[in-house]
């Protein structure tokens, strides 16, 4: 039994949501997306509520049936209220500037990274330091803020370089004479 799968989906007032064949379609202030059903898995929408349910009981329906959930209620919240993500640059020299549809990182490299940023996402920066990733898709804004972070990964003796605003960095003791 699936402790995910058995919570109900809520649906704000300002989502339209729509089942057609093996998709999930959710519209709202933020744009439009949609999410594929397992075969395995049966969605209902009743008014304002969706539940999700497993057709059978064999161990693959079980392991799909909480996943297929959470994408579900991913999608909802993404197109009412968005996800966010945020990153903090460590580091001398270490900034970013945002040029139009590209973000430009100097991060002691002999050359600058410019990464293009892809649509249905706003990026922010403030302070040269501190990069806000915003959007609907839960699984893109991840994407995006992982992609940045690997350029230039916190090192654990100086805390110098790219990190999410909540991660913890444990710090290492340096040589000992």
């Given at each position: 039994m699936s402790r995910v799968g058995l919570k109900e989906i809520n649906i704000p007032d300002n989502v339209?949501?729509?089942l057609q064949d093996a998709k999930i379609i959710a519209?709202?202030?933020l744009?439009?997306?949609e999410s594929g059903i397992h075969n395995t898995i049966e969605v209902?929408?009743?008014g304002?509520?969706?539940k999700v349910s497993p057709k059978n009981e064999d161990k693959e329906t079980r392991s799909f049936w909480g996943l297929q959930r959470?994408?579900?209620n991913n999608i909802i919240i993404g197109v009412s209220d968005g996800f966010t993500k945020k990153l903090e640059m460590n580091g001398v020299g270490y900034r970013a500037n945002l040029k139009g549809k590209t973000l430009e990182l100097a991060l002691g490299y002999s050359?600058?990274?410019n990464y293009?940023?892809?649509e249905g996402i706003n990026l922010t920066v403030d302070k040269q330091n501190n990069i806000e990733i915003k959007g609907a898709d839960k699984q893109l804004v991840g994407q995006i803020a992982a992609e940045i972070r690997n350029f230039r990964g916190p090192e654990p003796y100086k805390g110098k370089g790219i990190k999410y605003a909540d991660e913890y960095i444990n710090r290492k003791e340096g040589k000992k004479k």
């Open positions: 339209k949501v729509s519209e709202g202030p744009g439009k997306l209902k929408i009743d304002n509520i969706i959470n994408l579900v050359h600058p990274i293009e940023i892809p």
